[in-house]
C-alpha cells in the first residue's frame, strides 16, 4: 500500500477528513500520520483534547495493520489501550505505528503520539481485526 492509496482510502471516512488527519509515511507494517492542531480541537486548558489524540493513533494503528492486508476491506479496533504522558502542543501532532504481531484477521498494534517538538504525548496499544471480503 503506498500513501497515496491511503490517502483516497481514507478520503471515504469522513471523520478523519473532518479531523483533518494525514497519511505522511507508511512502511511494512508501520505509519506516520499527523493532524493539524487547530484552535476547535483544543481542551480546556489549551491542549489537543485527549480524543482527538485517541482517534489521530487508532487511525495511525489501523493504517499500519493495513500495510500488510492490501488487499482487504478495512480494518477495525477491537481493543485500545491508551496512556496520556504529556500535552499535545505546538502546530502538528504526529503518530508513529508499528505491527507488533499479525495474523490472517488480527493484528497486534503499537504506537505513539508525539508534539512538533518530539515531546510523547501518549502510548497506544491495540488489536485490530483485518477485515476480509466474503468468499461467494
Avoid: W
Avoid at 488480527?106 to 508534539?115: H, L, N, P, T, W
Wanted: glycine share 8%; net charge positive.
Amino acid at each position: 500500500m503506498n500513501v497515496e492509496h491511503a490517502r483516497e482510502y481514507q478520503k471515504r471516512i469522513p471523520f478523519i477528513q473532518h479531523l483533518r488527519i494525514r497519511t505522511d509515511e507508511l512502511g511494512k507494517g508501520t505509519a506516520r500520520l499527523s493532524v493539524p492542531v487547530e484552535a476547535n480541537l483544543m481542551n480546556s486548558m489549551g491542549n489537543v483534547h485527549g480524543g482527538v489524540i485517541m482517534s489521530l493513533l487508532d487511525v495511525a494503528l489501523c493504517t499500519a495493520a493495513r500495510t500488510l492486508h492490501p488487499e482487504s476491506i478495512g480494518v477495525i479496533t477491537i481493543n485500545m489501550n491508551t496512556s496520556f504522558i504529556g500535552a499535545g502542543t505546538g502546530k502538528t501532532l504526529f503518530a508513529d505505528a508499528r505491527v507488533l504481531k499479525d495474523g490472517r484477521s488480527m493484528s497486534f498494534v503499537e504506537g505513539e503520539a508525539k508534539s512538533e517538538d518530539g515531546t510523547l504525548v501518549a502510548k497506544a496499544v491495540a488489536t485490530v481485526r483485518v477485515m476480509h471480503k466474503e468468499k461467494r
